[in-house]
């Protein structure tokens, strides 16, 4: 079965095609015949038949388990977490969203909303792709109030950022979700496409991975992992495409971007990786400053506090 930390791959129309088909499984100069058919007689098919329908679950069960022991370390922080706010009688910004839910549980229109929506006639949310599905729930109410006597509000967000799903933030909001709810013919979508921040070879190069990537990815969550809808990737990446700002372009610097890949072969360790990765970066910086940038120009981006002063002692 090859690395048994690594996802099963689904099988493919060819092997499903092949499983009551033993003969088909080797040549007739194969030194594995008797092993094959013996395994068959075993009622090899009937397992093979089976392993495509469960390749999921043990996908899912073999990520679970690769983390198991954080769910216990897990639990006991919010135990000692629960201990701390019930002693200070402290109510933390997220436990916000369950006193919210309790204290509107079973009413049509609580009294909350119909304070605020008295009192507030327009709405701003920014970051809108961090919003959860219990917070958009709050939120619609109050909105479609605001619709409801032509006044306008304004949503702001990008749901390519959805799919780290900081704060609980759903994919699905931006992506259909709020124009199914709040009505289509109630909403104008603005799509800024014009990058002000970034040099334009940074965004050619951004257009370019953001154009193959989605479907790339797509292929390896229904082959590898068995999702079955992994469609909302290139729904969610469909706009993703951002022109160059007149300023960037006539700023003098075009900007740069370096792929370079490590040969597994020259890696022992973590550790021996970041010692290679390290080793190149003072040939970086002074190829960069051969171009005109200064070092207060430059900088690099580290996963860990450990890495980062090692990287200063380079």
Known sequence: MGDKNQP?????DATLAKIDQPDSWFSKSSKCIDQIQSAYEQGLNQILIQMDALTSRWNTLQAIAKNSYVYGVFKNLLDELSLVKDEEN?????????????????????????????????YLIDEFQDTSGFQWDSFKPLLENSLGQHQT????????????????????????????????????????????????????????????????????????????NPKILSQAYEDSFQHVSSKKMNSGFKGKVKLEFIDPKNVEDESSFDELVLDKLPEVVKELQDHGYELKDIAFLVRTKIKERRLQTK
């Open 153 to 228: 509000n304004l949503l702001v967000g990008d749901v390519k950022q959805s799919i780290y799903r900081w704060r609980g933030g759903e994919m699905k909001l931006l992506l259909s979700q709020v124009e199914e709810e709040i009505g289509t013919d109630r909403i104008a979508l603005k799509n800024l496409d014009t990058n002000f921040r970034s040099l334009p070879h940074i965004i050619q190069f951004n257009n370019s991975v953001f154009k193959v990537l989605p479907k790339s990815m797509e292929q390896v969550l229904f082959v590898d992992y068995g999702v079955e």
């Open 90 to 122: 402290i109510l933390l910004i997220s436990d916000a969203n369950e006193f919210l839910k309790e204290i509107t549980k079973g009413n049509d229109t609580p009294f909350i909303y119909e304070k605020v929506g008295n009192q507030y006639k327009n």
């Open 8 to 12: 099963i791959p689904k099988l493919t």
